[in-house]
Nanobody, 130 residues
Framework: QVQLVESGGGLVQAGGSLRLSCAAS????????MGWFRQAPGKEREFVAG????????YYAASVKGRFTISRDNAKNTVYLQMNSLKPEDTAVYYC???????????????????????WGQGTQVTVSS
């Protein structure tokens, strides 16, 4: 069992920055590929960014590539999402998720769809004003 707790959301003006954190507790954090998703009102949950359990591979949605950066600190059991140049369309509830992918065969695996993820946080609201 893994518990995920997001923090760092808030209200920011367009062009500003926020850093989201997702703290994990429970089973060995380094066994999990991690992802960030978001869901805006009336829309489906969408992939934002993902990172392999090793931290050696990352992948981004086209809408955030070049503006957002995902990273992880396995010693601190935490994954981060640095969000720069924020736009009003980035407004959503942001969720982190964990997918158990142990072993060297998955060292570079990034999961970009929500289905395989085993655990989800409660979400943190990000609001970008124009």
């Amino acid at each position: 069992q893994v518990q995920l707790v997001e923090s760092g959301g808030g209200l920011v003006q367009a062009g500003g920055s926020l850093r989201l954190s997702c703290a994990a507790s429970g089973r060995t954090f380094s066994s999990y590929a991690m992802g960030w998703f978001r869901q805006a009102p009336g829309k489906e949950r969408e992939f934002v960014a993902g990172i392999s359990w090793s931290g050696g591979s990352t992948y981004y949605a086209a809408s955030v590539k070049g503006r957002f950066t995902i990273s992880r600190d396995n010693a601190k059991n935490t994954v981060y999402l640095q969000m720069n140049s924020l736009k009003p369309e980035d407004t959503a509830v942001y969720y982190c998720a964990a997918d158990l992918l142990e072993g060297p065969v998955y060292v570079h695996t990034v999961v970009v769809v929500p289905g395989p993820y085993d655990y989800w946080g409660q979400g943190t609201q990000v609001t970008v004003s124009s």
